[in-house]
């Protein structure tokens, strides 16, 4: 049997008449029906009657009805700025850190420690200090989805310069280049899919950090629609938004994919 290169086996992977997709299409609808079940038996107890909104029939009609307001999508946009303006700080600090902890092992060394303590502090903890710290909330919440982000950002692409294959290194030095030739030609590139690795990571830590940040005071945002549902008792939009913070960062965290594919391709091309 013809032995398959790794350039091909990065197209059958991402090829998407793979049986692959079809198994993700079917993941979903096997989580819709396990949605259904579970509400329905959790909820079956005229009791809870009052919770029936978490059923998936009138979580769609609530998502529905707030796509039509604009209050929604104010809220949308708010959210993403919060989570983009988050990231993209993060991305400025920690794509060269982990780049220069990566390449120069002493500066790994003295490093590790402190990288170490800071990611280990619960970025909610934070929101104390940026409430005294800044001036604003669309500040405080930006902080605290960086304190979140910037350290899988960092660690992961500090791994992928440290997976550089050291023959290239060594070749490139071999021929006289310096370290900034080598990082700009060589390890900028070969750790690029790790930079968009740490990328889609640190998206789902920013959403994750963002809901309870948005309780802070302010008065747009996702989280703050989620709030005001569980205020209202207004269950079926508490279940719709949660459901369209599920749906905006699928979509972002596809996009991202799409870009880490094409990265990937490039380089093993």
């Known amino acids: 049997m013809e032995k398959v290169s790794r350039a091909n086996w990065v197209n059958l992977l991402f090829d998407r008449e793979q049986p692959g997709f079809r198994y993700e299409i079917l993941g979903m609808v096997l989580f819709v029906f396990v949605w259904i079940v579970a509400c329905t038996l959790f909820f079956s107890d005229p009791k809870f009657e009052s919770f029936y909104g978490f059923l998936p029939l009138p979580t769609l009609k609530a998502l529905f009805l707030a796509a ?107 021929q006289g280049a310096t370290h900034l030739q080598l990082i700009r030609t060589i390890i900028v590139p070969a750790s690029l899919p790790n930079v968009m690795a740490s990328l889609r990571l640190a998206l789902g830590v920013a959403w994750i950090v963002l809901v309870p940040a948005e309780f802070l005071g302010v008065s747009s945002g996702l989280g703050y629609l989620i709030n005001d549902a569980r205020d209202t008792m207004s269950y079926d939009r508490l279940m719709a938004m949660i459901i369209a913070i599920g749906i905006l960062g699928f979509l972002l965290d596809r996009g991202l994919q799409k870009i880490q594919r094409l990265v990937s391709w490039s380089w093993v091309e």
Request: aromatic fraction near 12%; hydrophobic fraction near 55%.
């Open 68 to 174: 039509t307001e604009g209050r929604f999508w104010v809220s949308v946009w708010a959210s993403l700025r919060r989570v983009l303006t988050g990231i993209t700080i993060a991305a400025a600090i920690g794509i060269p850190g982990g780049m220069m902890i990566g390449f120069y092992p002493k500066l790994r060394s003295l490093s590790y420690s402190p990288i170490q303590f800071l990611r280990m502090i619960s970025p909610l903890s934070w929101m104390p200090v940026a409430l005294l710290v800044f001036a604003s909330f669309e500040s405080a919440i930006n902080f605290l989805i960086v304190m979140a982000t910037v350290w899988p950002i960092m660690l992961n692409t500090a791994i992928g310069v440290m997976s550089v294959d050291t023959r290239l290194v060594r070749m490139a030095l071999n």
